[in-house]
């Protein structure tokens, strides 16, 4: 129940003053999904810089250069890994070759122990599942649609994943947790947050006027490239290592065996993870049997956090 956000101001049309308004509210929106830390990652002078704490979206001090074009953001709630330890805290910066990049993830890996003994991924101070990601496309040694792919074929668990490099090509990499990419062509803009109730809450709060966007859509396997003249170039990879099989209000359920989904027995981390959602459900007046109802009926924890937000239980 983490956050993604970010944007591409491919079309310099924000001001310094601009930019870090719409970024400290799509942080503060984003706290809706995790209040525990927040960070952002961006390129300055050819350099990707990554600045994090564990502090809620609206008390990071959020300033980026009116030249950097993309900014890639997150906000946390723990799970595995203190947040008090900052190593703990996404985005997380890797070098795969020559490429510097940094990596932000929403959802749980349940398998992370297993790949790095799998692929002999060495030893590190850092707690969270999601760091694994980084270390298998630095095993890559590239950046690219091929190792992204790879690297989350590999995954079991539940996820989406924001990847920026040093040239400012931002990916978005679509597992089973949501996304939402508005772009504003006129502008030469994109906007993104995890749900699309968060980007809409922060665009109520946004004093710039934007017009009316397109909104990007992405499925799951879907590799999303935007470069930083705001190009998109797409790939894909199989995703058939996600923990559910596909079942939304708007689908219909498909023969699990039949797909190659499968449901490994829960961890510690992600029985705390659905401990948590069940308390949001009964904020929102919602029983927690009705969560795990909901569980037992093939919806992902970000769906079933997505339509307690919107009443649509």
Request: with cysteine; hydrophobic share 35%; charged share 20%.
């Amino acid at each position: 129940m983490c956050c993604l956000f970010g944007m591409v101001d491919y079309g310099n049309y924000f001001s310094f003053y601009q930019k870090t308004k719409i970024l400290r509210c799509l942080a503060k929106a984003s706290e809706a999904r995790g209040k525990d830390a927040s960070g952002i990652a961006y390129c300055t002078r050819g350099k990707l810089q990554v600045y994090k704490r564990a502090l809620p979206g609206h008390k990071l001090r959020i300033r980026v250069p009116e030249q950097s074009k993309a900014v890639m953001g997150h906000t946390r709630l723990t799970t595995q890994g203190n947040e008090r330890r900052n190593q703990n805290n996404h985005p997380f910066l890797g070098k795969a070759g020559n490429t510097t990049f940094a990596l932000a993830h929403n959802g749980m890996i349940y398998n992370d122990k297993i790949l790095r003994r799998k692929y002999c991924l060495p030893k590190t101070g850092i707690e969270t599942d999601s760091y694994v990601a980084v270390q298998l496309l630095e095993q890559s040694g590239d950046i690219s649609f091929s190792s992204l792919g790879k690297m989350a074929e590999e995954i079991e668990g539940s996820f989406s994943f924001t990847v920026l490099d040093e040239q400012e090509n931002l990916y978005f990499v679509k597992g089973d947790n949501p996304l939402c990419i508005y772009h504003y062509p006129k502008i030469g803009v994109y906007l993104y947050a995890s749900t699309e109730s968060v980007l809409l809450d922060a665009l109520s709060r946004i004093p710039v006027p934007l017009g009316k966007p397109n909104q990007v859509v992405l499925d799951w396997g879907d590799i999303l490239q935007i470069d930083s003249k705001g190009n998109q170039f797409r790939g894909e990879f199989d995703p058939q290592n996600l923990r559910i099989y596909p079942y939304s209000p708007c689908s219909v359920m498909l023969d699990p065996p039949a797909m190659g989904w499968h449901f490994p027995k829960r961890t510690a981390t992600e029985h705390e993870y659905i401990r948590i959602l069940k308390s949001i459900a009964s904020f929102y007046g919602y029983t927690p049997g009705l969560v795990d109802s909901m569980l037992d009926g093939g919806f992902s924890t970000d769906e079933i956090e997505e339509m307690i937000y919107c009443g649509r239980v």
